[in-house]
């Protein structure tokens, strides 16, 4: 069984993503996977990178999405919000300031 990166990275399997990584770092959209049959390395190799990619991107998701107010869960949300109000001194009180 010959595929390409093009076709596997169209396929909605997991290893999708890999191939689509792939054809974005440079490899020929026309690159011949071979041996993609289950056991083989080269399919196992697909899958752990696949498996891999795909955690990475979920991360790379979570980070950015912490970064909004909109999108900000648990610790995140509470640095953002820390942030907008800064905390002053108690003595600033004392000076009328706040």
């Known amino acids: 069984m010959d595929t390409t990166l093009e076709e596997l990275a169209a396929s909605g399997r997991p290893v999708s993503r890999g191939g689509g990584a792939l054809i974005e770092v440079g490899f020929a959209e026309r ?15 697909a899958e752990a990178f696949a498996r891999e990619l795909a955690t990475l ?3 790379l998701g979570e980070t950015y999405d912490s970064a909004f107010l909109e999108t900000a869960t648990g610790d995140s949300l509470e640095l953002l919000v820390d942030e907008l109000c800064p905390r002053r001194p108690w003595w600033w009180k004392l000076f009328g300031r706040g």
């Open 57 to 59: 991107y979920e991360r």
């Open 31 to 45: 690159t011949m996977i071979r041996a993609l049959r289950p056991g083989s390395v080269t399919r196992a190799l």
